[in-house]
């Protein structure tokens, strides 16, 4: 079955710096992938999605890549604000299910702090 | 206007107790789910409901009931709730292109 791997639990960065999260899988390519923030205390909040057929997406200092043959997402965060503190799920559509439906398996998260 | 809510956001119990979560989405939405995180912030889904119809149930107890009267409204009822019950309980929502929409959550605690 698919795993999803965030494989660092904590990333800290200095403010202004670029922090970059990686997002593996280790089995079928998906339709999509998806990234979220989650703040202490809150549910996740969608942020980009990018398909397959995307090498790139882009939102404002946001920016995701996707690499399906190292089967793997980056997200970056340009000139990182204290405000950007906060954990990130990527997630992708659940095989178990199809891919259409929305239904979606979360990786661990990746918890970031920006310090000033 | 909140998209998706959930009630109640804290409920501590005892052991045995059975208990309900209710959960409301205004924004149109045919797909609603219910997630556990537990504390190691692992968001696992545990049901799936698409226009009122079981989709993904995961393995999941059944102690845990959910109850879909219609699209707009997943409440989850839970019976001789344990300790490892405990957990933040997520409600969340989708359109077609599967970007979700979640509560605030429900933290519950099993006494």
């Known amino acids: 079955s698919q795993k999803i791997e965030q494989n660092s639990e904590a990333l800290n960065i200095q403010e202004g710096k670029t922090a970059t999260l990686t997002c593996n899988y280790t089995n079928y390519s998906p339709a999509y992938l998806q990234w979220y923030r989650q703040d202490p205390g809150r549910g996740p909040v969608f942020l980009l999605l990018?398909?397959?057929?995307?090498k790139e997406k882009r939102k404002e200092r946001l920016k995701v890549t996707f690499d399906t043959t190292l089967k793997q997402s980056l997200f970056h965060i340009t000139a990182s604000q204290p405000a950007d503190s906060a954990t990130y799920l990527c997630a992708l559509d659940n095989e178990n299910y199809g891919g259409s439906q929305g239904n979606l398996i979360f990786g661990k998260g990746t918890k970031l702090s920006v310090k000033p | 206007d909140t998209a998706v809510s959930q009630t109640p956001k804290y409920l501590v119990t005892q052991m045995g107790n059975d208990k309900s979560i209710k959960c409301e989405q205004n924004?149109?939405?045919?797909?609603m789910y219910w997630y556990k995180q537990d504390s190691k912030k692992f968001l696992k889904i545990m049901f799936s409901?698409?226009?009122?119809?079981?989709?993904i149930n995961e393995t999941v107890p059944n102690r845990f009931s959910p109850k879909s009267p219609d699209k707009a409204h997943l409440n989850l009822h839970i019976n001789s709730l344990e300790l490892g019950d405990s957990a933040v309980y997520f409600c969340a929502s989708s359109h077609r292109l599967g970007i979700q929409y979640f509560g605030a959550g429900t933290r519950l605690s099993v006494l």
């Open positions: 409901y698409n226009n009122k119809e079981l989709i």
């Open positions: 924004l149109g939405h045919d797909t």
């Open positions: 990018i398909r397959e057929n995307e």
